[in-house]
């Protein structure tokens, strides 16, 4: 059975006229079924003659992504869904509303071998590559449930996108085609922990994507203990190869730091940082670390993130506005919180209690009028204080019975035992 979605215009042309015996018009009107009509079934094919639908279903397939689950924030319109493939496996992708347009952020591969030890998506390692008509698929499907079709693409999912190079070639020939969605390179980014043969290549084409290099410590050392790619492709050599990229391409690069408290949020380390970019024409991303259950590792303070800022990495001693911009603690500290109390709600919580209170008594997270609307949309209970600060006042919240999800910059995050949380010794 032939992957129809998988195939760029010329190949598909081939394998309607070798194979089927058709002419070659037929394969420009299958095309743009598939990729303009975005439809998924041969039978929607209305201006091909039913024998041919019915020889199309016995001889190839379109890629099944289907939509399992989405999950919307109230707050901003960002949707995030979990789409199933045709064998049973799901990834995720991720809508995001901007003043451009919707961007897109898909998945690449199934599950990652790259083993980096803040990431989620390696922790079963690698199952398999997604075919570039799965990769098309997600596209297809986030616009279908939308209803929109989006302006800007990034490659930042689960997986290694240069692990799985050639597919993404192909996918985004398929994407980009005129024939196709037309969707320009320029409009495009591509995430990387820096397989640097990867990057070699895509210097190479010289597509006009943007490049994202997942850094997160400036010096061998550190970046070997949490992303072990770099004991094959350390930091000097990742750096050869950027500034090579940027000459021959003349795309800026942009460099993505998750900042995780204790292990590469120091000052020193935004000065080494500073020094290891010095003179590149680029972009530095600072985000708190998402925490992971299955993993130690915890996001650094506002204070930790405000002291490593763009006053301290300053790359070549040019300190211009957008060269770093610091991301997760805007607004909503990085979190969901429609989602995170749904989840909760789903898990059986009865009490949410955000602890992101400043000095004055503010809540620093999400304003209050934006608690109470969410307070509408769950039946747990939501509470936003500023005394939840010691084992005693855990102990105090435990005697009255609850079953809580604490959410704070300082805190647990998550659903939490509180007689647990007592024993464990409280926030942190």
Request: with cysteine; net charge negative; proline share 4%.
């Amino acid at each position: 059975m032939t992957d129809l979605l998988s195939l760029p215009m010329q190949e598909l042309t081939r394998w309607v006229t070798q194979e089927l015996g058709e002419p070659k018009y037929r394969a420009k009107q299958l095309y743009d079924w598939l990729h303009k009509k975005q439809v998924r079934t041969f039978g929607e094919m209305s201006s091909l003659p039913a024998a041919l639908r019915q020889r199309l279903g016995e001889t190839a397939f379109i890629a099944p992504v289907e939509s399992r689950l989405k999950l919307e924030s109230q707050l901003d319109g960002t949707k995030k869904f979990l789409f199933a493939l045709g064998d049973g496996n799901c990834v995720e992708a991720v809508w995001m509303e901007y003043h451009h347009g919707p961007s897109l952020c898909i998945s690449t591969q199934v599950g990652c071998r790259m083993g980096c030890k803040f990431c989620a998506s390696t922790l079963g390692g690698l199952v398999r590559n997604l075919t570039p008509g799965e990769l098309l698929g997600e596209v297809y499907e986030a616009q279908r449930q939308t209803g929109r079709k989006i302006s800007s693409l990034v490659l930042m999912g689960i997986g290694e996108p240069l692990d799985n190079l050639q597919n993404v070639l192909t996918f985004l020939d398929i994407l980009c085609s005129e024939e196709g969605q037309h969707l320009g390179y320029r409009h495009i980014s591509l995430s990387t922990c820096g397989l640097i043969p990867g990057i070699r290549e895509l210097m190479d084409k010289k597509l006009g994507l943007t490049l994202s290099i997942s850094l997160h410590a400036p010096e061998d050392g550190a970046r070997s203990a949490i992303m072990p790619v770099n004991r094959q492709y350390p930091i000097g050599e990742l750096m050869e190869v950027c500034r090579e990229y940027f000459t021959v391409t003349g795309r800026r690069i942009s460099y993505e730091y998750a900042l995780i408290d204790g292990v590469n949020d120091t000052p020193e380390q935004a000065a080494a940082l500073a020094r290891l970019l010095e003179g590149q024409i680029c972009h530095v991303n600072l985000i708190p670390v998402n925490p992971v259950a299955e993993r130690e590792t915890r996001r650094s303070s506002r204070a930790a993130v405000e002291r490593f800022g763009p006053e301290r990495v300053a790359v070549g001693g040019d300190a211009r506005e957008g060269l770093v911009r610091t991301a997760g603690w805007e607004e909503n500290a990085g979190v969901d919180y429609l989602a995170f109390a749904r989840q909760m709600e789903d898990l059986g919580v009865r009490h949410i209690i955000f602890t992101d209170i400043d000095t004055d008594g503010v809540l620093a997270g999400p304003a209050f009028d934006r608690l109470e609307a969410l307070q509408k949309t769950v039946s747990c209970a939501i509470t936003a204080s500023g005394g939840v600060s010691s084992n005693a006042d855990l102990r105090a919240l435990r005697d009255q019975g609850l079953y809580a999800a604490i959410v704070g910059k300082a805190w647990y995050a998550g659903a939490v035992d509180l007689a647990q949380a007592v024993e464990e010794g409280g926030p942190q």
